[in-house]
């Protein structure tokens, strides 16, 4: 196990060349379609919940076919919105929650999400994950989204010591340099889905390897 400080700026910088041919992480995928306002990111965010990038997409992109800004999804029935994202995983509650919240968005904010943290988190399940998804990728701002991924890997480096994606967030809001803030999420979504498995990482083909400590890592590929 290396004892040297784990160099986080040579980490970002090949986990980058080595994810650029993967798949990419579904709400930065969806924000390079076009669909990259507030509302539709969150909107996004809440059907990606226990749902897989490659079920969300699909799905995001059939509701926004239909519906892509908080007049028109308010416009629809909650049982229209549980029919166009019946794919996803808990669908009926996600239909209702995404009601709530463009009627919520037209009642008292005329119509126009801004993407703050006190507005984002007030909206029913919606938690700092998506609240930071949604800032860091529709206005640039330094938010960390910090989903199983970025917690699972980012303990395996020894680079924090928490237990769980909450307590992360505020580890890395002490540690890790602001540039990555956002680019994290975006580079460990496909890294760990691909390379840096829960179970049987692939260690061996990983670009960081050497530098790795896989803290928690008992059997790899």
Known sequence: MSKKPFD????????????????????FELAEEGFNSPFQLLVAC??????????????????????KTPLEVSQLSVSEIAQLIKSCTFYERKAEQIFQI??????EYNGNLV????????????????????????TGEAKIGVDIHVHRITNRWNYVETTSPEKT???????????????????????????CLGNKPKCRSCPINNMCPQIGVKIYQ
């Open 8 to 27: 986080i700026d040579l980490a970002i910088k090949l986990i980058g060349r080595a994810v650029e041919p993967l798949p990419k992480a579904g709400l």
């Open 46 to 67: 809440i059907i990606s919940i226990r749902t897989l990038d490659e079920v969300m997409l699909p799905v995001s992109r059939k509701l926004f076919a239909s519906a």
């Open 102 to 107: 463009s009627q919520k968005i037209m009642t």
């Open 115 to 138: 993407a703050k943290p006190e507005i984002l988190l007030s909206f029913n399940g919606v938690g700092p994950k998506c609240a930071n998804l949604v800032m860091g990728i529709a």
């Open 169 to 195: 967030l505020v580890a890395l809001e002490t540690k890790l340099p602001k540039e990555y803030w956002v680019e994290i999420n975006r580079i460990l979504v496909p890294f760990g889905k691909h390379i």
